[in-house]
């Protein structure tokens, strides 16, 4: 029954692997040159799994079997962090080198394939190559996943939020190596299999995890970092016109709530609380509430989100934010998740966001 989930597990994978590798370098939401690494690496790793299930003996499928394309793998996925947090590391002449293990790897297979004479292949000479490469791969993908960790902490170019969602990736990566080498452990030490069907399985859950973590929520993190980089670098080109104070509001706190609004947009920070506006103004929670309320008849989170909206209208209908989707939109106009932007933004103005775009788009 295991082995029936297992090989179940396997090709579900396989499928989503080549049918997400596939959506990143041909649908324009997700393309990017990270992305166009991401999406190697899941088709490198749906192909390895596919050739596992085959196991081939001979021929060219064998010839792709043994030499080693997790080897590969490590270097993919490790160049996908480097360009998420845009490292250095990237210009370096060493970094090619990491290419090194594979290259090499493929000239012995090849020798080993091609060797008609010494029959190599079938020596004890190809075993302990085959040992050697697959021992070496593991810890290459370990030693580069690790490392990318340690990088991505240490990073200073990128987001709160884009930090979080890689780690988080990285983390299910980690999850996935720890699996390999248990496997691993099993078959060199106990030269047994039985365990792999349980892992397979585990392992194919997590990649709907990194699927779900690595491409779709951090690309809309990494969308929203793009608009709000675009908006700071256009900030000083246009001055927005500030709101008229109401000669009936006397109150003093008022003209300093309206200059927190349009003059520092703290509405765009997603945890931003009653108490955090009285502390910004220097009074109570209790006195930023009945201002509101009675001098512009509204209520705190009222008054909050009227801003929010507004700032994501102008992101809506500006065509230059066409190509960003409408969550990654709601995230820089400060809405801490997409079902709140969408009921805040129906509320108010009677539609969806969706919607309200393509009302733009046409008129």
Request: hydrophobic share 50%; with cysteine; charged share 20%.
């Amino acid at each position: 029954m295991i082995t029936i989930l297992g090989d179940i597990a396997i090709i579900a994978s396989i499928i989503i692997g080549y049918f997400i590798s596939i959506a990143l370098v041909t649908t324009t939401f997700y393309k990017s040159r990270a992305n166009n690494y991401l999406a190697l690496t899941l088709f490198l790793i749906s192909s390895l799994a596919l050739l596992d299930i085959i196991n081939p003996e001979s021929g060219f499928l064998s010839f792709l079997y043994f030499i080693m394309i997790e080897l590969l793998i490590a270097v993919t996925i490790y160049t996908y962090f480097l360009i998420q947090i845009q490292h250095v590391y990237l210009t370096r002449p060493w970094y090619k080198m990491l290419y090194l293990p594979f290259i090499c790897s493929v000239i012995v297979e090849t020798i080993l394939h091609l060797d008609n004479i010494f029959h190599l292949y079938e020596s004890n000479f190809a075993a302990f190559v085959f040992y050697a490469k697959d021992i070496s791969a593991l810890f290459l993908n370990v030693f580069l996943i690790f490392w990318s960790r340690y990088l991505i902490k240490k990073s200073n170019t990128i987001s709160k939020d884009k930090r979080r969602w890689l780690l988080r990736f990285n983390l299910f990566m980690i999850i996935i190596m720890i699996c390999w080498f248990l496997s691993s452990i099993e078959f060199y030490a106990f030269d047994s299999e039985y365990t792999v069907d349980y892992l397979w399985i585990l392992v194919s859950f997590l990649s709907w995890w990194v699927l779900y973590y690595g491409v779709f929520k951090l690309q809309i993190v990494v969308q929203r970092d793009e608009i709000h980089d675009y908006l700071v670098s256009k900030k000083t080109d246009t001055i927005a016109p500030k709101k008229k104070i109401k000669p009936t509001i006397t109150s003093a706190i008022i003209p300093q709530l309206y200059a927190l609004m349009e003059e520092e947009e703290v509405y765009k920070d997603p945890l931003l609380s009653r108490l955090d506006l009285a502390t910004r103004l220097g009074t109570s929670e209790g006195n930023v509430s009945q201002v509101i309320n009675q001098e512009l008849n509204k209520s705190v989170i009222q008054f909050v989100n009227e801003y929010r909206i507004e700032a994501a209208k102008k992101l809506l209908h500006d065509p230059v934010f066409h190509k960003y989707s409408v969550e990654a939109i709601g995230m820089e106009a400060g809405f801490k998740s997409k079902s709140a932007f969408y009921s805040a933004f129906k509320t108010n103005s009677g539609m969806s966001p969706g919607a309200y775009r393509k009302l733009q788009k046409t008129s």
